[in-house]
């Protein structure tokens, strides 16, 4: 198995040479004018070709998704509903009311914040399932306000998205859940068909086709943001830090996709060394190796910086999307830093706490991108308008 080791993060910028992916723009296109042109008929023919299933209704229904929650594990559901509550707090507090100054000339300057019409989030059903992604997203745009909330999931061999899905669904109180994935999925939300009436903003994570289909759309309706490779940033200064601590953290992330990137920064070349050594031996037993393999091959890597320094240099060049940060003093290190996407500080605080369970929301920028941009929040589900009136005085 390909592992690299490089001496300080400017030799790993100079290899840093990201493979080009195969260009899907050219198909994404094709795809969404034929649901743009065609609506439902479109739908079924790239469901079957994709998900080799054509299912009964577009829309989930209501007694599928009751069964599907009824039927799930008693603590697999507290453990959903637990986390639900944690990420509901906490974006409950990002809410922004709507604000007007009175003068007194006659003045009235303020804003009125006013969510949006309708929503369509993408939940993905490929590699794995994860739950958490509708919550991460359902829950900012109820706290928001949004009155339609539609959901889209690819189907399985039953013609219904995921169990885990549609549990979650009905867990949120929610009904409009269709079976469609992929970039067909996406036409359907901006566009609308005879069977999902269009959105005015789509939101979600999903593969190549779907990041594509979504900046395709962009300007017909908004979109979170434009999606790329998952990937987490680990940095230690610490020889202590269990090395077990560190390749799961890194395997973490590692197991999602192909092109994920798993990326440790130390100081200590023996930590380097036993890390990549305890990888080499556990990677060959596990059951998503070759995805895990492909990952390391590709984007991931352990570099060995000189000092503290070279590590906030490092982390602030890359942006990463997760910030793993095991430094001897976290928190007095916390305003070094300036560009990532969610920082987790402490050897107590591993990525999945965060992704999953603690609160903040797991969809966050990618690819460098948190350089000038947040993770998503309620404020990506509400708009502002100026609000001006002057007397007859002024």
Known sequence: ?????????????????????????????????????????ALREYTERFDQVIPES????????????????????????????????????????SQLDFSPDGTVLGWKVTPVDSVGIYIPGGRAVYPSTLLMNVIPAQV??????????????????????????????LEELYAVGGAQSIGALAYGTESIKQVVKITGPGNAFVAEAKRQVYGTVGIDSFAGPSEIMVICDREDIPVEYLVRDLLSQAEHDPDAGAILVTTSSKQAEDVAKRLKSLIPNLARREIIEASFANRSAIIVAQDLEEIFEAVNEFAPEHLEVLTKQPFEDLHRIRNAGAIFLGPNTPEAVGDYFAGPNHTLPTSGCAKFSSPLGVQ???????????????
Do not use: C
Request: aromatic share 8%.
């Open 380 to 394: 990506d589900f509400v708009k502002t308008s100026s609000v001006i009136s002057y007397s007859a005085e002024r």
């Open 144 to 173: 928001a306000g949004v009155s339609r909330i539609a959901m889209v999931s690819p189907p399985g061999p039953s013609g219904l998205p995921h169990q885990l899905v549609m549990a979650s669904a009905a867990l949120m109180g």
């Open 58 to 97: 577009w829309l989930v229904p209501k007694s599928a998704l009751e069964e599907a929650l009824e039927g799930l594990d008693h603590d697999l559901f507290h453990i959903l509903e637990e986390a639900a509550d944690n990420i509901m707090f906490f974006h409950d507090r990002q809410k922004t009311d």
């Open 1 to 41: 198995m390909q592992l690299r080791i490089f001496k300080g993060f400017g030799d790993f910028a100079k290899a840093f040479d990201e493979e080009e992916t195969n260009d899907v723009s050219a198909t994404v296109q094709e795809i969404l004018a034929s649901v743009r042109k065609n609506g439902d008929s």
